[in-house]
């Protein structure tokens, strides 16, 4: 049995579990009546995070709050889903970049330090319970479209290419990938979403190669998410049991397709996908 499957598995007894602890608040058909659409929702947004490297919580937040969540509701329930959706498409986008040995190298190094300074920064914001001070939603949308500008002027000016940047990793370069990594995890701790938007987008421009970045965005999404998730279930106790047992199988096939669906699309159409959907969604947080 693959590792996929083996977490494939583990992910629905633990939907069947959810399912039987909220079978004691309501009946299995008026759960599904309810709660069946977000079975959709899920299979959306873990398409576009697991393709562009952007968190599934783009899609989730704005959906949960119109449809009458709290925030700190939207924000719980988008990091459990997020859990099944990103690390399935993490699954896949690992067993690609060792499959592929120009995409392999450096590749753990650079998972390595994101991931923990993401996890640092995340863990930090969420446990000592550092407000934004600002809005933050509007910082990020202005953050969002401002990026996906700079994108659009790179692909302009220069010929799509396959950089050689991610085998000459410099202590500069790593210290500068540390940071925003640190950053991301602070966002993500307000958001649920950050740091595989703004790794994505680093990476790209510094010149690693579009698959590389989406992959090293996903998996330290991922990994961010998963313990994010933790503080919602011990401490904040705002996650939507019924909105996560439909919305997670959907993240799950929706990861696990995903990585398949942006292979497919050459390098240069991905950035332009990349930038058209930070650019909507920095829209969007600046309209709400």
């Keep these: 049995m693959t590792f996929r499957s083996v977490f494939i598995l583990i992910s629905f007894i633990v939907i069947f579990f959810l399912v039987h602890y909220q079978l004691d608040n309501i009946t299995l058909p ?6 069946w659409g977000f079975f959709f929702i899920g299979i959306l947004a873990a398409i576009i995070a697991n393709t562009t490297g952007a968190g599934g919580g783009i899609v989730f937040l704005p959906a949960f709050i119109t449809l009458g969540l709290t925030p700190t509701q939207a924000l719980a329930t988008s990091f459990a889903i997020q859990c099944f959706g990103m690390s399935a498409g993490s699954i896949a986008w690992l067993k690609h970049t060792y499959t592929q040995p120009e995409l392999a190298k450096n590749f753990g190094l650079v998972l390595l330090l994101s991931s923990l300074a993401s996890i640092f920064g995340l863990l930090i914001t969420q ?7 600002i809005d933050i939603q509007k ?3 202005i953050f969002s479209l401002i990026i996906s500008i700079l994108i659009f002027l790179k692909l302009s000016l220069l010929q ?3 950089s050689t940047r991610a085998l000459n990793l410099t202590p500069l370069l790593l210290i500068l990938i540390t940071l925003i990594a640190f950053i991301g995890g602070i966002i993500t701790a307000w958001l649920s979403i950050g740091v595989g938007e703004i790794l994505a987008v680093l990476l790209i421009m510094v010149g690693f190669r579009v698959h590389f970045s989406i992959a090293i965005a996903v998996c330290v999404s991922a990994i961010t998410v998963l313990f994010g998730t933790i503080f919602h279930i011990f401490e904040s106790k705002n996650i939507a049991i019924s909105i996560l047992i439909f919305a ?6 929706g990861g696990s397709i995903s990585k398949y669906l942006a292979t497919l699309i050459n390098s240069k159409a991905l950035k332009i996908i990349i930038a058209i959907w930070i650019f909507f969604s920095g829209l969007i947080y600046l309209v709400k």
Excluded at 30 to 35: D, E, M, R
Excluded at 127 to 133: K, M, Q
Excluded at 248 to 253: D, I, T, V, W
């Design 127 to 133: 446990w000592c319970e550092i407000p934004s001070y």
């Design 30 to 35: 008026q759960l599904i009546k309810s709660y």
């Design 248 to 253: 997670a199988p959907g993240a799950l096939l």
């Design 139 to 141: 910082l990020f949308g």
């Design 160 to 162: 799509a290419s396959h």
